[in-house]
């Protein structure tokens, strides 16, 4: 396969590097996957010359905008996270010449909210499937842009067994960023720029933040009375745990409400991570939750993704 042999290459590459590759290995996600890690390692050696002011064990702006932007790309791929166009113009660009082969598959907002209609084939998924049966290094090399083609991986039931135990170490550790970000800010409130607070909390603890963000409109079953339908859902989740969702006026807004109640997990005397039922496409299925240690009725709004994949 075309990735099994750029995987060879890159890993051939660092053997002979070792200092390099462990430099690299101090930059990967507590939550990365190896197929996850291993796509976005190869994003950042190809465009390092991009950046000549980066130097290997030394923290910069260009690093770190380079590192940015491999993330939005492998959040892209591998999570389905959507960004301006002129963001993933320039991450497309820079990840021209990596394939990424059985990527998480695409849905259209219809299939993500359950609708029973089921769109035909696009063309690019179509390209993409005639390519898989012929495969050849011509084929390979004519979709590198498309920076992976989507896969016919079914949805699991839910999280692999033990996965809130893994992720318990890392909420530890935001808590107790958010915790101190929260004291310099002069405590929780309702005039915080509650994203930014957020965003910089999770970043500190070298992960990333996923927001996934659904037309008010094309999500079904509305309470009743509600006329508002327009606006934006988002949906925000860190190393596949769900945090909050937020409703609001435009993406922004969604996004800084979603980011206010996720906050709200972190105001009592710890959090963790739970597997707990919810409602994706239809269906009930388990799901990662950030929770507090407050009792109450568990009950969750749809989730707009559901980022466990067979092969993740």
């Excluded at 290997?56 to 690093?63: F, M």
């Excluded at 206010?260 to 959090?271: I, P, R, S």
């Amino acid at each position: 396969m075309a990735e099994e042999r750029g995987g060879d290459v890159v890993s051939e590459f660092l053997g002979q590097n070792p200092q390099l590759e462990n430099w690299l290995d101090s930059l990967r996600g507590p939550c990365e996957t190896n197929k996850q890690w291993h796509a976005r390692r190869e994003f950042v050696l190809r465009n390092m010359e991009l950046f000549p002011t980066i130097k290997p064990g030394t923290s910069s702006s260009s690093l770190y905008r380079l590192l940015s932007l491999s993330m939005v790309w492998a959040n892209h791929v591998f999570l389905g996270c959507r960004y301006p166009q002129p963001v993933m113009d320039k991450v497309n660009e820079m990840a021209e010449g990596i394939t990424v082969t059985e990527a998480p598959v695409r849905r259209t907002r219809d299939e993500i909210m359950g609708k029973t209609k089921r769109p035909a084939v696009s063309a690019v998924e179509a390209d993409c499937q005639s390519k898989k049966a012929k495969p050849s290094d011509t084929d390979v090399k004519a979709h590198l842009k498309s920076v992976g083609c989507p896969a016919a991986s079914a949805v699991k039931s839910g999280p692999a067994p033990g996965a809130s135990a893994e992720h318990q170490p890392f909420f530890n550790r935001l808590y107790k960023a958010v915790a101190w970000k929260l004291v310099s800010a002069g405590g929780f409130g309702p005039n915080l720029e509650h994203f930014e607070i957020l965003r910089s909390c999770v970043e500190s603890c070298k992960a990333s933040l996923t927001c996934v963000f659904v037309p008010l409109k094309d999500i079904p079953d509305l309470p009743t009375g509600r006329t508002q339908k327009e606006g934006q859902v988002c949906e925000l989740r860190c190393c596949t745990v769900y945090m909050g969702t937020g409703y609001g006026r435009d993406e922004a807004a969604a996004r800084a409400m979603a980011s206010k109640e996720a906050l709200k997990v972190f105001q009592g005397q710890k959090v963790t991570v739970k597997v707990c039922h919810r409602r994706f496409r239809g269906r009930d299925v388990d799901d990662l939750v950030l929770l507090d240690e407050q009792a109450r009725s568990q009950v969750f709004p749809p989730a707009l993704s559901h980022p466990f994949q067979e092969d993740q």
